[in-house]
C-alpha cells in the first residue's frame, strides 16, 4: 500500500516510512513550489543526495546525513541525484504541541532551525537505519501500535539523541564569524521567526542592538540584498508555499501575513512576482 509523503501536516499522530513506499512524483511535488511545514519531520538520507532550499538557505542532503525539518519550516527540493534512498519519521502538529519542552529541547529546536543537515560517520548512520527499519516494521505490522505515551517516549528519545549528536559533532563555531557575517545570520533567524507580524527595519534593528543604517548597510555589503529585499523574499515563498500546497482562501492568507485587507496582499504579490496571487494559484510554475 502506497504512502502519501505529508506536504503540510499529516491528521494521525506519527507516520513512518521510506521514499520506496511512496510514489516518486510525490517527491516530484516539493520541486515546483516551497512548502511551509506544520509536522516535525526526520530524515535519514542513505544513498543518492538531492538538493533543497530550507528556510531560504541551499543545502545539499547527501548519504549518511540526518534532517531535521521543525514546525514553521519551509522548504523546496530543487534537485534529485542517484538512487535516492531515505528514511523518513513524521509527528503531527498536534502531537508536537501536547509535548512539554525543556530548555534542551528548546535550545536544540533553535540549532535546528539553523542547521537542519546533519552529516553522520557512516556506522552511526548504519544504527539509525536499522531503527527505521525495524519501526517500520512495527508499523507496518499493526495499524495502531502506538499509543500517545509511547509516541512522546520515542520523540522525545530521538531530540535527546539529536542533541547529543549535535554536541559531539560541533557545527561551526559562529564566534569565528565576522562581525558583518554574525550581524545578517541573527538578521535571518529574526526574519524567519517574525516576518509574517513585523516588516520594519526598525523592529529587527532594535532587536539586535544597532542602528537601522548600520543594518541596511551591513546586509547589503554582505548579501547584495536590501533588508527589504530579505524580508519580502520570505514573505512571497511563504504566500506562495499557502497558495499552491493548500486551498485557504486568499483573504485567510493575507490575513495570515498580517495585511491590512486582500487588495494591499495582491498588489504586494503581484509587485514581486509578476502574477496576482490567484494567478500564481492556478498556474503550473
Known sequence: MEKILPKIDITEDFVIGNNADIDNSILGLYTQYPCRLKAEIFVLCMGGSLKANINLSDYTIKENDFV???PGSIIQINEIEGDLKLYFMVFSSKFIDSISKTNSIIDLIYVTKSHPVLSLPKDFACIYEEFFSLM???YYKSHSPYNPEILKCMLLSILYR????YHER???NESILSRSEEICKTFGRLVIQHYAEE?????????MNITPT????????VTGKTV????SEV??????????STNIPIHEIAESLNFPNVSFFGKYFKRLTGMSPQQYRNSDK
Open 136 to 138: 517500520m516494521k512495527v
Open 170 to 172: 560541533p557545527i561551526r
Open 228 to 231: 527589504m529585499d530579505i524580508i
Open 235 to 244: 514573505v512571497i515563498v511563504d504566500a506562495k508555499a499557502q497558495l499552491k
Open 68 to 70: 531535521t525539518l521543525s
Open 214 to 221: 548600520h543594518l541596511s548597510n551591513t546586509v547589503k555589503h
Open 162 to 165: 539529536l542533541s547529543d549528536m
Open 199 to 207: 516588516r520594519n527595519i526598525l523592529y529587527y534593528a532594535q532587536q
